[in-house]
């Protein structure tokens, strides 16, 4: 069984993938109860039609995702048009916070799997908050947007998708980095089939796409909760795929204390296995750009929140004092 925690648009559709791909049951958690139990009552409706014997379960408990193999976090804002995912930062890190809480008091052997902007940080912070070993703590953002490079290469080369290998490292952001050397099509790779133009345009589609699809229709649904569902289906399976997925980084690619994304084989335990990989100078600075970004929004917003914790400190001791003396 595996839980969702926020029943909006991403996490109910996503809900409905893991059933309808027969992958898990799910308990589908919003504050929201209404909206949680009606989502699921309207997808157990389709159930006869399409086949599935999965079970969904809306509610507003926390005590019901007790036993869950995983645990996606959805819940937060989403950026407007005109934002970027780092935009969210401080907001989302109180909600993923919260919710972190309550999986480690009643999903403690779970694995947690964010999906909350921006991922990156907000996986960071979900590691520090659980507790949890790193490699059962990783969020997902490379894989949406190795899915959308792979489509923009596939339909530059009049290809099938299928056909088109590709990966993408980095925030889950406008910096992210989309590994051109490593892109191929049934093992050739793009760059003797393409020209720079060509490659540029790619490029550019697959770091603003999300922005264009927000700017048309307010928020990006189909693409997330696909892969919620097939990265969800790469743990409970064990099925070992590889993924560029955000983990928190000890070292690897000369980096700690910072979760971005990096290719992993992604299976039962979480993040079996980080894969380093050689990069070009070009691809390597970026990267190095995007990693500093990431860990400057990430130090400002655990700052901040400490900064909180400090001064509420600070003030409930003031008000004690106040009282005692008065
Ligand atoms: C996406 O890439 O679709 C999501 O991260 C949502 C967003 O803000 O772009």
């Known amino acids: ?90 907001v989302n890190s109180r909600i993923v916070k919260s919710v972190v809480k309550e999986v480690v008091k009643f999903a403690p052997e779970s694995k947690i799997m964010v999906v909350t902007n921006p991922v990156d940080v907000m996986t960071y912070v979900a590691y520090k908050e659980s507790g949890f070993e790193r490699n059962r703590v990783f969020g997902i953002g490379n894989v949406l947007d190795t899915m959308r490079f792979r489509s923009y290469i596939a339909a530059e080369l009049n290809a099938s998708r299928e056909d088109i290998r590709a990966l993408v490292i980095g925030e889950h952001g406008d910096s992210m980095v989309p590994l051109v050397d490593y892109a191929t099509v049934s093992g050739i790779p793009i760059k003797t089939l393409l020209r720079k133009d060509q490659i540029e345009k790619i490029l550019s589609l697959t770091k603003t796409s999300g922005s264009e699809v927000i700017k048309l229709k307010r928020a990006t649904t189909y693409g997330p909760a696909v892969v919620i569902a097939i990265t969800v289906d790469a743990v409970l399976r064990g099925r070992n795929r590889v993924m560029g997925v955000s983990t928190v980084l000890q070292g690897e690619f000369g980096l700690s204390d910072i979760s971005i994304g990096v290719p992993v084989i992604l299976g039962k335990n979480g993040i079996e296995r980080i894969l380093e990989l050689e990069l070009n100078p070009q691809a390597k600075k970026q990267f190095g750009e995007s990693a500093s970004i990431i860990k400057d929004i990430t130090y400002k917003c655990t700052r901040q929140a400490q900064d909180q914790t400090s001064t509420r400190t600070r003030s409930v001791r003031a008000s004690s004092n106040f009282q005692h003396t008065g």
Request: glycine share 14%.
């Open 1 to 90: 069984m595996i839980s969702i925690i926020g029943a909006g648009k991403v996490g109910s559709a996503s809900a409905f993938n893991v059933l309808r791909l027969g992958i898990s049951d799910v308990v589908l958690l919003d504050i929201a109860e209404e909206l949680a139990r009606g989502e699921a009552l309207d997808m157990m409706q389709a159930a006869p039609a399409i086949e599935f014997d999965g079970y969904v379960k809306g509610t507003s408990d926390f005590s019901e995702i007790g036993g869950s193999e995983v645990t996606v976090i959805v819940a937060g804002a989403g950026r407007k048009p005109g934002m970027t995912r780092l935009d969210l930062a401080n």
